[in-house]
């Protein structure tokens, strides 16, 4: 038998349980510990709320979940209710499947004024992250400002600009939808350092932004390059920027305006007490495709700034970590004998949902080829005897299947469900 303890219940920690019961059959156990009492990380709080049809690829890991050699084990913190070296002396296998939520830094004078948001805190704030819940971000003001040419920046801006109505079939949190729903901001700019060439939007993203009910997303010609240009993209990066183009011949008028911003940089924000307004530098592209800037500023009155330039994964005492990177120093997914990162935590964060699905594997063959069928390990046993001594409260896959009845029950009309926010809801809802 062998024992495998993997930590974090989103798509790399689901995809890497699939794959080991795929390669050990009966002869795996495989525990998945989350801190928070519910499962599937990035796909509950991550995915935007209306794009449900990402999001049912939990009903894949439920299949997984409800196995008998694949256990859920919520509620509990590694590092305070058990430690990465307990673990390592409990399974044979520890695979860190902790994803990337913290944000990068925009390291620029004004970044700590309030109202200069992450898109790690933005997105769990919409989605009912428990951390994130109690944000109350500024949705006031002349305008907001987003940082980042990526899915998340799309995210954030088409989140940003949709009615109440929009978000019928969706399971945006209620605190969200009666914000969000009648706010203000006429206009969301979205700051991209390079230019239409170069952005990490994807076109099914992109297309999107341009049949929104009360917003109009707009590019300034003079941004795009010459269309012969485009033959030189590759196919999915050329449909992106044919939606740019469209965007840039659209000349329709609704009370927000999406402007894209391209070649701008972010390089100090400004307020007194709060976000005022962000001060721009326009960029040339250098040689090496990286942006620089010109010298040109210009200001660009916002309340709320929202960064969305990628993520970092946490570091965790006594496992090797590559700061440069932003995630677990490891040698194809290897960081010791035994200790493994998978999905964002190994190979940062890039990448859909599915890609996690082959870096599972990949972890399921490198257990497979690294350790012995049967080290004698006491795996879930020796586990559950040392969080009881704890008095951890442990949510078992039941107890959330519990959870999630009580949340379809609470949902508004149209919508999949209400998610509870705060941990204490969730726990009490789980009998
Ligand atoms: P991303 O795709 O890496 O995009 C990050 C963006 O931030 C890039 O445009 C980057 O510009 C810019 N950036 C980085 N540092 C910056 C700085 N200091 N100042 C200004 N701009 C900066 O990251 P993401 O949007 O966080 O998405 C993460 C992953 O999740 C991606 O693979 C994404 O496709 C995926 N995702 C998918 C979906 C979906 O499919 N619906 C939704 C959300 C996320 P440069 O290119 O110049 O570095």
């Known amino acids: 038998m ?85 673990l390592r002396d409990l399974y044979d296998a520890v695979v860190l499947a902790t994803g990337a939520p913290h944000d990068n830094p ?53 989140i940003l600009a949709k009615t109440g109505d929009e978000f019928t079939g969706s399971d945006i949190v209620a605190h969200a939808l009666d914000a969000l729903g009648p706010h203000r901001i006429e206009t969301v700019t979205i700051l991209a ?27 300034d010609p003079a941004d795009l390059p010459a269309p012969e240009a485009d033959a030189a993209l590759d196919p999915g990066q050329r449909k992106s920027v044919a939606h ?25 924000i400004e307020g007194d007490e709060r976000v005022e307004r962000v001060i721009v530098e326009r960029t040339h592209i250098n040689a090496d495709g990286r942006a620089s800037g010109t010298g040109e500023t210009y200001a660009i009155p916002a309340a709320m700034v929202v960064s969305c330039i990628g993520y970092r994964t946490p570091p965790i005492d006594g496992v090797p970590y ?43 063959d490198h257990i497979g080829a690294d350790l012995p069928e049967d080290s004698g390990k006491p795996g879930r046993a020796g586990l559950d005897a040392l969080l009881d001594a704890r008095g951890t409260d442990v949510v078992t896959f039941r107890d959330w299947q519990n959870i999630e009845k009580a949340e379809i029950a609470a949902a508004r009309a149209g919508a999949p469900r209400e998610k509870f926010i705060a941990i204490a809801d969730m726990l009490a809802a789980r009998k």
């Open 106 to 158: 925009l390291g620029i004078p004004g970044d700590d004024l309030p109202g200069v948001i992450g898109s790690a805190a933005f997105v769990g704030w919409y989605n009912g992250h428990p951390d994130f819940a109690g944000l109350s971000p500024p949705l006031h003001g002349p305008g907001a400002v987003v940082v980042g040419a990526g899915n998340v920046a799309l995210d954030v801006a088409r």
């Open 244 to 268: 740019l183009r469209a965007f840039a011949d659209n000349h329709e008028l609704k009370a927000i305006t999406v402007a894209f911003d391209f070649f701008a940089m972010p390089v100090r």
């Open 193 to 219: 350092r390079r230019g239409p060439h170069a952005i990490a939007m994807t076109p099914k993203e992109l297309g999107e932004l341009g049949h929104l009910a009360r917003a109009t997303p707009t590019v």
């Open 322 to 364: 590559d700061a440069k990177l932003g995630r677990f120093a490891n040698d194809d997914g290897r960081i010791a004998p035994g200790l493994y990162a998978v999905g964002w935590a190994r190979r940062g964060p890039t990448g859909t949902i599915g890609t996690n699905r082959p870096d599972g594997f990949l972890i399921a």
């Open 2 to 86: 062998r024992h495998v303890a993997i930590i974090g219940s989103g798509p790399a920690g689901y995809y890497t349980a699939e794959a080991c019961q795929k390669a050990f059959g009966d002869d795996v156990r495989v525990d998945i510990i989350d801190r928070l009492p519910v499962p599937y990380g990035l796909i509950r709080t991550g995915v935007a709320p209306d794009h449900q049809s990402i999001k049912a690829v939990s009903r894949r890991y439920e299949a997984t979940a409800l196995s008998d050699n694949v256990r859920f084990v919520g509620n509990v913190t590694v590092g305070s209710d058990v430690t990465i070296a307990e």
